[in-house]
């Protein structure tokens, strides 16, 4: 029945194309390599090939298999081959475009689609230029699906996952719909095996596999580095608006290769939304809890008829409080992109974005206690309406990022890409916070009220380019990949410090808190009108750059072998210059047409800034001995993937170990040291090895036509092997899942979608485990208008957020009231 059904489908296509206009039939042949699998990502990777436009309903292509194609052939006919045996045929409407819809049912073999009817889709995306990486079947607007099939996280073209030899997360655009998530933040707290903590609201801290997640990339260019130097993009309020991307990319375990430092905790890619082939127009309104008000508004399409230029804007405004009292944010949030095809070959895009940030009394829930874990068992409760941090307290920052990005392809098998962004934030703040000492355990205890003012900035230029091309050698098709990337971070700031010792719990809570320093006595604190004098006139100013390579060999048809390296360099402000070659080598085998097998092994290096060592301290700050010895380490990882119902359902299952040497660390026992222009911080010793160990296992996308479900577990075991095999983060779990699954009704309530979940963590050496449950409901009115109602935290969970010397609780039970439209 298969080869019938494929027999026929083949016939059908190609008698259609029989009576086409004589133009398409005289369009150039193109050489064609794409693999049987997903029909939405064939399409896409046919139409920025062909280098045509292709319509059709994203739900028409949901589940459904190609048998691929390979060879040259003309436009028409190779569409033909790709549609053969899946029911789906098409039309061509114009020179340059197809569309694409069901085929009439002559037998029962035919293939039968549901009734559901969708407009837009991820095909709307294609242009008739190139993208070089092969964007276009990286999107997930319009899929209405929890499952991404591609990634380009780990690499510099858009890969399936299951030929990623790495441990990959999306979080689709569906995903982030459903649960209303705005910000990479709340998007990396519903990533499989990423551990989100906080300083407060405005400080979060990400983990993955116990270490610092560092680098964020952004279509995969050369990394931003979320904690580096004086102001961080994090510690300048620069993390990127989702508003402006399409999905989440998450790949956890040390990059050597792409982002020029081998953390071992991974990677965050961010993909750009993109014009669309055909004019939309989409918005959206919010109403939630705490009095959140938020809209958006989303316009994009061709700027002329042949659709060579195309654009973007998207627009965001939000006005909230918070659950504790007195707190405030107020976000305005612009993005626009331009996309022209120049010639058939070439594709020219630039856009930029502007985040303009005011948050008032940003929380620290719990006391400070400097030099300890945890919170003093004898401090006062307070209200989870309450806050330690001052009534008077805010921080402002105005982010602007703006990109260009050249793509040029050499005939059908070879690419050139150069990808250069730049970040640039300015920021003001005024913060303070109680602290207790290490020692205070009186029944009363007294502590240090720390008064704190920030004027700075913290500027990021990125540049990435790389060449790319695939060839034949021994009746195999092999890739081979080379490129660099450059880097560059600088950020100064004023930081005049006002601390008042011996403050008592009652003063504070009653006096201190709600006091707001005068510009006069602001004057008088240690540092005022200092901009980063240990850093010289320039601040803050690291450059990171490399140069890497990667062969991919076909060895047989079931597998591949994958190996290259990097070697990269670090120089600081401090003429401190370190360099490292790093390898990498991987290998991929196809069990089954479904499942593939993997192995990698990589590399960690990390130089290390802004590094005390014990025993270098001095006063006079020029004199400071600062550590260039880099952190060191391995990553081994193996694991099976799964690319299930089409490309529709993704299952992956990993193993993993990491080791890392020369690891500095805060030895508390020495106390804090006052760099000028920087703040605190603790002297450093080295740990000389800790592991992490564990696995990973993760299902997304459909398991039937209206049911959907994104899962993940995640057990890891760290240690410390100079603190006795203690963990290296001791509030992280050893153990963490995720559950989200959708559910779209049938018949007379076919417009009614039901969704629900859990996140739930298990107990740390600091604090219990607990667990937070979300729902949510959206109706389609009618075909253009959606109202949805999302809940999070549905028990009111109470529980803590947790870091080494600070906490606060997350937040309450909340409900969100969404009404989204589309045209």
Do not use: C
């Amino acid at each position: 029945m298969a080869a019938r059904s494929f027999a026929f489908g083949l016939l059908a296509t190609t008698m259609l194309t029989a009576g086409l206009p004589s133009v398409a039939m005289a369009q150039s042949s193109a050489t064609y390599d794409i693999a049987a699998g997903p029909l939405p990502a064939a399409l896409n990777q046919f139409a920025r090939q062909a280098r045509v436009e292709l319509i059709y309903d994203a739900p028409l292509t949901q589940g459904v298999a190609t048998p691929g194609i390979r060879g040259s052939f003309a436009p028409a006919e190779a569409l033909s081959r790709l549609l053969a045996g899946t029911g789906l045929t098409f039309r061509q409407t114009a020179p340059r475009t197809f569309t694409i819809e069901r085929a009439l049912k002559v037998t029962d073999s035919a293939t039968q689609l549901g009734p559901v009817r969708v407009e837009g889709g991820t095909a709307g995306v294609a242009g008739t230029g190139t993208d070089g990486a092969d964007l276009a079947l990286t999107m997930t607007e319009g899929t209405k699906s929890l499952a991404g099939q591609y990634a380009q996280v780990g690499g510099k073209s858009a890969e399936r996952l299951r030929a990623i030899p790495r441990s990959v997360t999306v979080l689709t655009a569906q995903e982030m719909e459903d649960k209303n998530i705005t910000t990479v933040t709340n998007a990396l707290d519903q990533v499989t095996g990423i551990y989100v903590a906080s300083y407060n609201t405005r400080t979060p801290v990400f983990y993955s596999r116990g270490f610092l997640l560092q680098n964020l990339t952004i279509d995969g260019g050369s990394p931003m580095r979320m904690h580096d130097g004086l102001q961080s993009i994090i510690n300048g309020v620069g993390l990127p608006n989702l508003l402006a991307y399409d999905h989440v990319e998450v790949m956890r375990g040390a990059d050597g290769l792409y982002s020029g430092n081998g953390d071992a905790s991974g990677t965050v890619n961010l993909v750009r939304k993109r014009p669309t082939a055909e004019r939309q127009i989409k918005f959206a309104a919010y109403a939630g809890s705490w009095n959140n008000y938020r809209a958006e508004l989303d316009v994009g399409g061709p700027l002329n008829k042949s659709g060579t230029l195309r654009a973007r804007v998207v627009g965001g405004w939000q006005d909230a409080d918070s659950y504790f009292t007195g707190a405030y944010t107020k976000d305005k949030f612009g993005y626009g992109i331009i996309e022209w095809d120049a010639t058939p070959h070439t594709t020219l895009s630039a856009g930029l974005s502007y985040d303009d940030l005011n948050a008032q009394k940003y929380e620290r829930t719990l006391a400070w206690r400097s030099g300890s874990l945890g919170t003093p068992e004898n401090l006062p409760i307070l209200s989870k309406r309450d806050s330690w941090m001052p009534e008077w307290a805010y921080d402002k920052a105005q982010t602007l990022q703006y990109f260009v990005r050249v793509s040029h392809d050499f005939g059908s098998d070879w690419n050139l890409t150069v990808n250069a962004t730049r970040n640039e934030t300015d920021s003001d703040e005024l913060y303070g916070y109680y602290g207790i000492g290490i020692n205070s355990d009186a029944a009363t205890p007294s502590g240090y009220f720390m008064r704190w003012m920030s004027h700075g900035y913290a500027n990021q230029t990125m540049v990435d380019a790389n060449i790319k091309g695939k060839f034949t050698l021994f009746g195999q098709r092999h890739d081979i990949t080379i490129g660099g990337n450059w880097s560059r971070s600088q950020a100064n700031s004023t930081n005049p410090i006002g601390g008042i010792a011996g403050v008592a719990v009652e003063d504070y809570l009653t006096y201190y808190r709600y006091a707001k320093p005068t510009q006069a006595e602001i004057a008088t604190w240690s540092g005022y009108g200092t901009w980063g004098s240990v850093y010289g006139d320039n601040g803050w100013d690291t450059t990171r750059y490399g140069f890497w390579g990667t062969l991919g060999m076909r060895l047989a048809d079931p597998m591949k072998l994958i190996v290259g390296g990097r070697y990269s360099r670090n120089e600081n402000f401090r003429g401190q210059s370190i360099g490292k070659f790093v390898p990498y080598a991987a290998a991929t085998y196809d069990v089954s047409r479904d499942w593939t097998a993997y192995a990698s092994y990589s590399e960690i290096f990390e130089p290390m800034q802004n590094i005390v060592p014990i025993g270098q301290w001095n006063e006079d700050p020029t004199q400071i001995s600062y550590s260039d010895k880099p952190t060191t380490g391995r990553n081994y990882e193996g694991g099976l993937k799964g690319d299930l119902a089409g490309g529709a359902l993704q299952a992956a299952v990993s193993v993993f170990y990491i080791e890392k040497n020369n690891v500095y660390v805060n030895d508390e026992t020495q106390g804090q040291v006052v760099i000028p222009g920087y703040g605190t911080t603790y002297m450093q010793r080295v740990a000389k090895l800790q592991t992490s160990k564990g696995f990973d296992a993760e299902l997304k996308g459909a398991l039937t036509a209206n049911w959907q479900i994104s899962a993940g577990y995640t057990f890891n075991v760290t240690k410390n092997k100079e603190a006795d095999g203690a963990p290296i983060l001791l509030w992280a779990p050893k153990h963490s899942a995720r559950l989200w699954s959708t559910y779209q009704l049938p018949g007379a309530l076919a417009g009614l979608r039901l969704g629900g979940g859990v996140r739930v963590f298990g107990n740390s050496d600091l604090r219990k485990g607990y667990a937070v449950i979300g729902a949510s409901a959206d109706y389609d009115i009618d075909r253009h208008l959606t109202l949805g109602i999302t809940s999070d935290n549905l028990a009111n969970a109470t529980y803590r957020v947790s870091t080494s010397s600070a906490a606060t609780y997350g937040n309450p039970r909340n409900v969100m009231v969404t009404l989204r439209g589309r045209y």
